[in-house]
């Protein structure tokens, strides 16, 4: 079992970055990705990364958001950037393991 743990969430202003961290109990180099849940609302995919780095985004981010990887460190990340209000949510980190395999979240909250 990989454990996942992320980092970096916080209250930013409309405009503002954060960069949020997962790191991962162990190196693994398959598909990893980022979700987010809003209060009452389903979690969904916000960026996915590949073994090999390949990126895909949800079109909400776009352009705003960048997902990548130190592989040595078994870490990934998302550089938010842009942050609107509806950026609001707890981000969890996902290993696509073949298993359940998530973080426990870290909330962003982003202000008018």
């Known amino acids: 079992q990989v ?5 970096g969430g916080g ?7 954060l960069r949020l961290s997962c790191a991962a109990s162990r190196i693994i180099l398959v598909t ?4 987010r849940q809003a209060p ?3 979690r969904e995919l916000v960026a996915r990364i590949t073994g090999g780095g390949s990126t ?19 870490t990934i990340y998302l550089q938010m950037n842009s942050l609107k209000p509806d950026d609001t949510a707890v981000y969890y980190c ?10 426990q979240g870290t909330q962003v909250t982003v202000s008018s």
């Open 3 to 7: 454990q996942l743990v992320e980092s």
């Open 94 to 103: 996902n290993a696509q393991l073949g298993y359940p395999a998530w973080g």
């Open 32 to 35: 990893m990705a980022w979700y």
């Open 56 to 74: 895909n985004y949800a079109d909400s981010v776009k352009g705003r958001f960048t997902i990548s990887r130190d592989n040595t460190k078994s």
């Open 11 to 17: 209250l930013v202003q409309a405009g503002g970055s």
């Open 40 to 42: 009452g609302t389903q």
